[in-house]
């Protein structure tokens, strides 16, 4: 028997006589209740900020059960319980006398049967553990003389869960849904089993209550209203989110790492510019790895990729579309991701627009924007009904509450292939640029030895561009890097660099005559010819036995034709 409930806490329950009994119960077992209930309340308060102060506990007053006409009958059971309004839900903690038993668990009446259909409806992979833990662990019981004690059926095959046979059942209006103990093999840890078996049940319950709220009478805004801004809790340290972000090698310096934990949770949009290759994609998803614990390669159930499309035109694009046939909505895994969200508010989710400014965010993240700025949240599906069920199953209440564990980051580069950021935009986002390359992070987590005459004639490019304004990013000096030592025993160091000088980092350097992009050209020529430009003086002079003798031939030909090209139309590229 487990130190936590005393055989005399229990024995009360057994106690002779009807006040007798009460008095006992009172005096032996309310106490180790009492603190049973005060332990749980503070790992509730700590784990639940946001909603716990809505929560109220109490205890069993019934002093004696009435059986007509004058007769009473001792109390058979004692329990605590913890509910808010608006009520009709709540978790009950009870020591059965009848039983012999602990019993924790979810008590639902009538009236919030079809909230907690919605809430299945709506969230139905969020609550599937749950459901399913009480399905083999648990007990669900519902109609007069019904226990679901597991999914089995006689004949082997695997039966519907409890919880879509009591929403099924015209029948079941009460349920009760938990864990039993018997005192007779309570385990030594029942204290800690007692509390997260409140705590898992209090947040299905929270999710009965804010649908009850959402279609009480006085309508969701006003409710909304009264309740305090909500940022889930629990998020791991910084400094733990940067050794798992860094774990594996990541070139990022610690300051815009902190700067980008920071506005996820000071705003719901985050926008990543930089050049093409500096990790803000990669970004996006070592950090929602790094705040769950899960390393490369390993599903992320709070993470989704959405890559941004050059014809998105409206939110129908981002969300998805109503058919007017089928009476259905065609929702996209952004939806999906979204409703997610919002059925599991104790955790913070999180979505990368990639190429967030190759279509114009102001079109497709319109009603996003708006809900962003507004108290209720709430944004329009563009259905024509209030609540439409989704292709594939479950249903959608319209107009939609923005969740506001969501959290978007948009990556965005800047070129002739994309739009600028309007206002609109920007004073909904936090902006943290990602153009520093850190060459020396970059060759401390770099995975694999290093050349040094190598990786000097990297640094050396890499100068001449940084001063043009084009640096490269790390992605584009790992191919470099891969490339090279690829081509060992192919093709010499010389050759295979002078290759890579030509196929990655030639093909950036275009546009009109400009002193920065003239310096560059020039610089690379130099580089290429090894030889300094008073020696060659204008491009169209280069003599053959110079091309014949420079360092990257092959690069130094291609230089030379994109210089004599800017020199006569004012204009480069590299097919010049």
Same mark, same amino acid.
Not at 361 to 377: F, K, N, Q
Not at 520 to 546: M, V, Y
């Given at each position: 028997?487990?130190? @936590? ?10 106690? $002779? ?17 009492? =603190? /049973? ?9 700590q ?34 319980a ?6 009709? =839900? ?51 019981r519902?109609? *007069? ?38 005192? =007779? ?27 009850? $709220? ?55 949009l ?23 614990? @899960? ?5 992320n ?31 996209? *895994? ?20 990639? $190429? ?51 959290? /978007? ?16 935009v ?19 987590t770099? *995975? ?18 940084t ?13 470099? /890097? ?10 010499s ?8 000088l ?11 005559d400009?002193?920065r ?45 994109? @210089? ?13």
């Open positions: 028997m487990s130190s @936590l409930f005393p055989r005399e806490a229990l024995a009360a329950l057994r106690t $002779e006589g009807v006040a007798e009994r009460w008095v006992a119960v009172q005096t032996v077992l309310h106490p180790v209740l009492a =603190a /049973l209930a005060e332990q749980i309340a503070a790992a509730a308060a784990r639940y900020p946001r909603f716990w102060p809505l929560y109220e506990v109490s205890f069993k007053s019934q002093r004696y059960l009435h059986r007509g006409r004058g007769r009473r009958e001792a109390i058979s059971d004692y329990w605590v913890f509910d808010r309004p608006p009520r009709g =839900a709540g978790v009950l903690l009870a020591v059965s006398g009848v039983e012999e038993a602990i019993l924790v668990g979810l008590q639902l009446w009538r009236v919030r049967k079809p909230n907690l259909a919605r809430v299945w409806e709506t969230g139905r992979a969020v609550w599937a553990p749950l459901v399913e833990r009480v399905a083999y662990e648990g007990q669900a519902f109609a *007069p003389g019904t226990t679901d004690l597991g999914l089995a059926m006689a004949d082997g095959a695997s039966a519907p869960l409890w919880l879509q046979r009591y929403l099924a059942s015209r029948r079941a209006n009460y349920l009760w849904a938990g864990f039993v103990y018997p005192w =007779a093999t309570m385990p030594d840890d029942l204290a800690q089993r007692l509390t997260d078996d409140v705590l898992a049940l209090v947040l299905l319950n929270e999710a009965v209550m804010e649908q009850a $709220e959402t279609h009480a009478p006085t309508g969701a805004l006003r409710v909304r209203e009264m309740r305090q801004p909500y940022l889930p809790q629990g998020l791991p340290p910084i400094e733990v989110i940067a050794d798992r972000v860094y774990q594996d090698g990541f070139a990022l310096d610690d300051v815009t790492l902190r700067a980008y934990h920071i506005a996820l949770q000071t705003r719901p985050v926008i990543l510019p930089g050049i093409s290759g500096t990790g803000k994609t990669r970004l996006t998803r070592r950090y929602a790895d790094a705040v769950y614990g @899960l390393g490369d390669g390993q599903p159930p709070y993470y989704l990729l959405v890559a941004v499309q050059p014809d998105w035109h409206n939110a129908r694009d981002l969300l998805g579309y109503y058919n007017a046939l089928t009476g259905q909505y065609h929702a996209t *895994p952004f939806l999906h991701f979204l409703l997610q969200a919002a059925a599991d508010p104790q955790q913070f989710y999180y979505v990368c627009l990639d $190429e967030f400014n190759l279509a114009r965010p102001e079109y497709y993240l319109a009603p996003i924007l708006s809900a962003m700025e507004t108290v209720e949240g709430l944004f329009d599906l563009g259905a024509p009904v209030d609540e439409v069920a989704l292709v594939g199953g479950g249903v959608v209440r319209n107009p939609v509450r923005l969740p506001t564990n969501l959290r /978007l980051i948009g990556t965005v580069n800047v070129d002739e292939s994309t739009f600028a950021l309007s206002d609109k920007l004073d909904r986002a936090n902006v943290i640029e990602l153009t520093e390359v850190d060459l020396d992070r970059f060759r401390a770099y *995975p694999a030895p290093l050349d040094d005459q190598l990786w000097a004639l990297l640094v050396a490019v890499q100068r001449i561009l001063d043009a304004g084009q640096p490269v990013g790390y992605r584009t000096l790992a191919a470099m /890097l891969q490339f090279v030592t690829q081509a060992s025993g192919t093709l160091v010389p050759q295979a660099f002078d290759l890579q030509k196929q990655k980092i030639l093909p950036r350097l275009r546009g009109e400009s002193p992009l003239r310096r560059a050209l020039t610089e690379l020529l130099s580089f290429c010819l090894g030889l300094e430009a008073a020696q060659w003086g204008r491009a169209n002079r280069i003599a053959p036995a110079q091309l014949a003798a420079a360092l990257y031939p092959a690069s130094a030909s291609k230089l030379q034709r994109m @210089l004599e090209r800017l020199d006569q139309d004012g204009f480069t590229d590299f097919y010049s």
